[in-house]
């Protein structure tokens, strides 16, 4: 099995960018989580979703972002107009019910 | 609501001796209990789980996590560390009353182990 794939792994871009970042969750995984790492705050959630449903988008910073999971194995994270604060990495995981999660091995994102 | 405290930013601990990484949480009803390690410039990774059953949980590259309901606590311990386990690890919870999947993680402890 190929794990949690995300793409890009780096993403450099300027400010007032559009930025999306993929993910494609383990083959019958029905949850998938995006989080945020940055060294200030930490491991945020940022959103996720059940059978491709999105459940708790409380995370999500700002109406910037958006998410979607157009089907079962691809999902993406956009952020449109990005910030130099939206420098982070981003991280996708997926899980079947019960189980423990799968990261992906996340995307670096810088804003200029 | 479900939370998880790491009260350590840093552990030190030399190589060869007994390491201990702590962490608590809380939940409404019982809980699903997990860690994580994460090494740099990698996405987190998987190192056990209680779920259920015996208090002692044996995972993965020798660590093991001891599930203390009366203490609602969940530490990591290795019998005798190594400079290789020096990597940044994350406690997280699921509250078994979730409907979801969503696990609450806790803010990291920096294992350094030094030779």
């Known amino acids: 099995d190929a794990g949690v794939i995300q793409s890009p792994r780096h993403e450099v871009t300027e400010m007032g960018q559009e930025v999306t970042l993929r993910c494609k969750p383990i083959s019958g995984h029905n949850s998938l989580f995006w989080y945020r790492q940055t060294m200030m705050r930490g491991l945020e959630l940022l959103i996720y979703?059940?059978?491709?449903?999105?459940?708790?988008d409380s995370g999500m910073p700002e109406d910037r972002f958006s998410a979607k999971m157009p089907n079962a194995s691809f999902s993406t994270l956009k952020i449109q107009p990005s910030e130099p604060r939206d420098s982070a990495v981003y991280f996708c995981a997926s899980s079947s019910v019960g189980d423990e999660q799968f990261f992906g091995p996340g995307t670096r994102l810088t804003v200029l | 609501a479900q939370s998880v405290a790491q009260p350590e930013d840093q552990v030190n601990v030399a190589e060869g001796n007994p390491l201990t990484v702590k962490c608590t949480y809380s939940?409404?009803?019982?809980?699903?209990l997990f860690w994580y390690v994460q090494y740099p410039n990698r996405g987190l990774q998987f190192l056990l789980k209680?779920?259920?059953?015996?208090?002692l949980v044996k995972g993965s590259y020798g660590f093991e996590a001891e599930f203390n309901k009366s203490q609602t606590s969940f530490h990591l311990k290795k019998p005798s560390a190594l400079v290789s386990d020096s990597a940044l690890y994350f406690c997280?919870?699921?509250?078994?009353?979730?409907?979801?999947?969503?696990?609450?993680f806790g803010g990291g402890t920096r294992l350094m182990v030094k030779p």
């Open positions: 997280a919870v699921r509250d078994i009353l979730n409907a979801g999947n969503m696990l609450t």
């Open positions: 979703f059940n059978n491709n449903v999105p459940i708790d």
């Open positions: 939940v409404s009803g019982n809980p699903y």
């Open positions: 209680y779920i259920t059953g015996d208090n």
